[in-house]
């Protein structure tokens, strides 16, 4: 990897996301330490606001930032482009597609990926947003679709084209139907003025019996009426058997005949091969870890973030898979770093809950503090100051302070473009040149 060699202790670190960057920053400081960030692509996403992209709320590059630039006029701190392949412990190595690294310390903070459960034909068929190319398919899918219902003769078509179904009432599923909805009534009338907003259904699906089940009850009833005043039809205790492209079977024997099927009902953990299996909590796909955020069974692996399983009383199956249980691992395990050189006692990791919250659209939000519940316009109004404080940026945070001033003041969405079409059955994401369409008459 063309890393000079050091006298210093060399931390390499796997993962740019929320326990990545934290954990690099607060370590970039002591300047006692080597260290090297490896990722698969040379930003740093900012996940919670991946619908807004896929909405044409906001343009990628508001939630994106060059990973470079943390380190930019660091000394002894590197980042690699690369993907990591495996991870040879015995010797201290970790190998990649642009070659290997030895290592004092790894830090694995590879975060998680969509769970599709093992359906082959949702993996298929359906559209996943964990990453911002992801995020730009969905956003290409929804508008060739509207341009193609507005041309179509075939009333079936039409409606398929016209119909959004999404799996999973998580925060991500609520935030994304709001998003669309607010689409639906505030840019089609003005945009498509052949296509009737009453004729856009959505279909938000939930295998359990409320939306937000993370969150208390009062939040999720708060978040049910909030959808349903936007138009949002949501179907509880519904679970999704199948997609093939055309039509959402349930498990209640309801039929979706729909163009974009989005899911968003569950992740997974994002583990790299090569440690052993009592490492791996295979069900979850999470390494598990000490309270000192050490894998079992190795002094000088870490795994942070969503990839770390740490089981506690309070959280007997691990923290939440969200940013802020990433973030506080990665400043501890900084911490814990500097004093594993001094040779002090570790800090043993306590997680510090600081709420839940989701948005559904235009003042209406839902927050979970501790001893509190609230939604409305104070809930969306504290949703927004805290997305734009955990943005990664001072430009970032304008850019999208800016954007959101001037879809709150004209009911619009800017960034509705269609950039990169989105092909069915061709992974954008994994495409460096997508082929130029060819042109028809």
Do not use: C
Request: charged share 25%.
């Amino acid at each position: 990897m063309n890393i000079p060699n050091t006298k210093q202790p060399r931390i390499v670190i796997v993962g740019g996301g929320f326990a990545g960057i934290h954990l690099l920053r607060k370590l970039i400081k002591t300047k006692k330490f080597q260290l090297v960030l490896i990722d698969k692509h040379n930003y740093h996403s900012f996940q919670p606001l991946l619908y807004q992209v896929s909405t044409s709320g906001l343009e990628p590059d508001s939630i994106a930032y060059p990973l470079r630039k943390i380190i930019t006029s660091v000394e002894n701190a590197y980042f690699r482009l690369t993907e990591v392949t495996s991870i040879d412990a015995k010797n201290s190595t970790l190998h990649s597609s642009i070659g290997q690294i030895t290592y004092d310390y790894l830090v694995i903070a590879t975060g998680s990926k969509t769970n599709f459960f093992g359906n082959k034909s949702i993996e298929k068929n359906g559209m996943a947003m964990k990453t911002i190319p992801q995020a730009l398919n969905i956003r290409s899918l929804i508008l060739q679709n509207l341009e193609k219902a507005t041309i179509t003769t075939h009333k079936e078509e039409r409606e398929a084209l016209l119909n959004f179904v999404i799996a999973g009432a998580g925060p991500t599923g609520v935030e994304l139907s709001g998003a669309i909805a607010e689409v639906r009534n505030n840019i089609v009338p003005k945009d498509y003025i052949d296509i009737q907003p009453s004729e856009i259904k959505i279909h938000l699906l939930e295998g359990l019996e409320r939306v937000l089940p993370p969150m208390s009850e009062k939040a999720s009833a708060k978040a049910k009426k909030f959808l349903e005043e936007l138009g949002v039809e949501i179907h509880l205790n519904t679970m999704v058997e199948d997609y093939d492209g055309e039509v959402v079977n349930t498990n209640k024997g309801d039929r979706f005949k729909t163009k974009t099927f989005i899911w968003s009902a569950g992740v997974t953990g994002a583990p790299v091969k090569g440690l052993n299996a009592n490492a791996l909590v295979e069900r979850a796909n999470r390494y598990n870890v000490n309270v000192f955020n050490q894998v079992e069974g190795y002094e000088n692996v870490f795994a942070i973030g969503d990839i770390a399983l740490m089981k506690s009383e309070k959280y007997p199956k691990g923290h939440p898979m969200v940013a802020q249980p990433a973030i506080q691992q990665g400043e501890n395990l900084a911490k814990n770093l500097i004093k594993i050189q001094k040779g002090e006692k570790l800090k043993p990791f306590s997680y510090f809950d600081k709420g839940t919250m989701a948005t559904i659209g235009r003042n209406k939000a839902v927050v979970d503090l501790k001893r509190s519940t609230f939604g409305g316009f104070f809930a969306w109004f504290i949703w927004m100051f805290v997305h734009l404080w955990f943005l990664v940026g001072f430009r970032n945070r304008i850019v999208t302070f800016f954007n959101w001033t001037y879809n709150y003041i004209n009911f619009d969405r800017a960034a509705r473009l269609i950039i990169r079409p989105f092909r069915g059955g061709v992974k954008n994401e994994d495409l460096v040149n997508p082929p130029e369409e060819e042109e028809e008459e």
